[in-house]
């Protein structure tokens, strides 16, 4: 029997995503971005998604579940969000969980954040969720793992994962899943052949820097990044943390060799980078917003292998295998935005 679970801070879905392909039951979310909320909705028409201040959400107003699942805003926490924690008001709303954790009771409670959680202020922001949980009644386990080493994804992308159980028994039957093998190649997510629209390449008429470009980046077998005034090499062979702010042209946007030139990686790339599976559906938004939403969302491969070891843990019978569903038709797009479903190019 599945069992229910909401999900708060949902973003595009993919700690979602990662949960149902391990067989819980999404029965209610809460996402407050608006364009993240049409993503989600893309996605997920089953799941009634609350497109709310999560502060404004009454406990009462949400249903009875089994499993709390929260990529909580990790803004405050990271070092783009400059390790504000606690005196920020995004890093606050852990207690807005917890506030419905208290009432609502659930078996387990799910939470990804960046790795620095663990570390900022000295320990104590990440000793007080620690203890709120504990107090609650719940024993927890947590590890920051890597997407290249977890998840077989080419990304160096490292979050703290917290797992936490009110049954001592699924607690100590719990075990964070093993590392394995690395196979996905960089060519089966970037398609280094097919001509993208002129707004990705980085030409010499229009990038002031286009010489350092073209004197750093010499490999396919690799990527980039621009920072600020000079070109860094990604010398692991993997693609860099994607960033919610890869698309607003800053230090972190990923740059990659090509037939065509010099570009950034796009939109259906990045989802790529984070697992999305080609049916994921990206809506016509802008650029920038679909990049903060890839850079903003999780390594769902890690995260459904976390899922699947909860599953074990709570004693829910594995999800029987299915094929993958295909996917609606889209609604129509201006010319230019027409491909906005995620396709990995297939291992050669």
């Known amino acids: 029997m599945s069992l229910r679970t909401a999900s708060f801070f949902a973003g595009v879905g993919g700690i979602d995503l990662a949960f149902e392909q391990a067989g819980f039951d999404i029965v209610w979310a809460n996402e407050f971005d608006m364009h993240a909320a049409k993503t989600y909705r893309a996605n997920f028409k089953h799941c009634p998604l609350v497109e709310e201040d999560i502060r404004k959400v009454p406990t009462s107003a949400i249903p009875d579940f089994d499993v709390m699942v929260a990529g909580f805003p990790c803004q405050a926490f990271s070092v783009a969000g400059y390790r504000k924690g606690f005196g920020d008001d995004r890093g606050n709303l852990f207690f807005e969980l917890e506030r419905v954790f208290l009432e609502k009771r659930p078996q387990a409670i799910f939470l ?56 001592r028994e699924a607690y100590e039957r719990f075990r964070f899943p093993e590392p ?107 650029n920038s917003h679909l990049y903060k939403q890839a850079g903003n969302s999780v390594a769902v491969p890690v995260v459904r292998r976390i899922a699947e070891a909860m599953a074990k843990a709570l004693g829910m019978p594995a999800p029987a295998p299915k094929s993958e569903p295909a996917p609606e038709a889209a609604p129509a797009k201006p010319r230019h935005r027409a491909k906005r479903i995620v396709k990995p190019r297939p291992r050669g």
């Open 180 to 286: 394995i093998p690395l196979t996905t190649r960089l060519s089966d997510i970037i398609d280094y052949h097919a001509r993208q629209e002129d707004i990705y390449y980085y030409t010499e008429e229009r990038f002031e820097h286009y010489r350092e470009l073209a004197k750093a980046m010499t490999s396919r077998d690799t990527l980039y990044q621009w920072r600020r005034v000079y070109v860094r090499e990604n010398k692991s062979g993997l693609c860099p943390t994607l960033t919610a702010n890869m698309g607003t042209g800053g230090h972190n946007v990923a740059l990659v060799v090509t037939d065509h030139g010099f570009r950034k990686l796009t939109p259906e790339e990045c989802f790529g980078f984070m697992g999305f599976p080609k049916t994921f559906r990206l809506p016509p938004l802008a």
């Open 112 to 167: 990804e954040n960046v790795k620095n959680l663990a570390g900022h202020d000295g320990g104590n922001t990440f000793r007080v969720i620690k203890e709120r949980l504990e107090q609650a009644g719940y024993h927890l386990r947590f590890r920051v793992l890597n997407a290249c080493e977890y998840g077989n994804i080419p990304q160096n992308r490292e979050r703290i994962y917290i797992c936490a159980f009110r049954s």
